[in-house]
């Protein structure tokens, strides 16, 4: 069984910094992918990428460490939502998606 793991998630004043962290685990064969989502109330989930994040949000990934995690700075009330983390793992020659039971960030002052 895979689980995904999140952590880090909670309360940032505007103009803060948050660090979200997720590790895999469980009985699998390889990793293709991992990354971050978040879903604002009464919004679809999207992914954490392009213009509303860039030049505040870094994603970095260690598959050695099976670990992907999500530094924010410059924090926005925009920014409030539930993230949760997604991955893509090989599991006995096929692939499969999971995702983490999300953590919720709020931005407020």
């Known amino acids: 069984q895979v689980q995904l793991v999140e952590s880090g998630g909670g309360m940032a004043q505007p103009g803060g910094s948050m660090r979200l962290s997720c590790v895999a685990s469980g009985s699998f064969d390889s990793i293709n992918s991992m990354g971050w989502y978040r879903q604002a109330p009464g919004n679809a989930r999207e992914l954490v990428d392009g213009d509303p994040v860039k030049g505040r949000f870094t994603i970095s990934l260690d598959i050695a460490k099976n670990t992907v995690t999500l530094q924010m700075n410059s924090l926005k009330p925009e920014d409030t939502a539930v993230y949760f983390c997604?991955?893509?793992?090989?599991?006995?020659?096929?692939?499969?998606?999971?995702w983490g039971q999300g953590t919720q960030v709020t931005v407020s002052s």
């Open positions: 997604k991955a893509v793992i090989r599991i006995r020659g096929y692939s499969y998606q999971y």
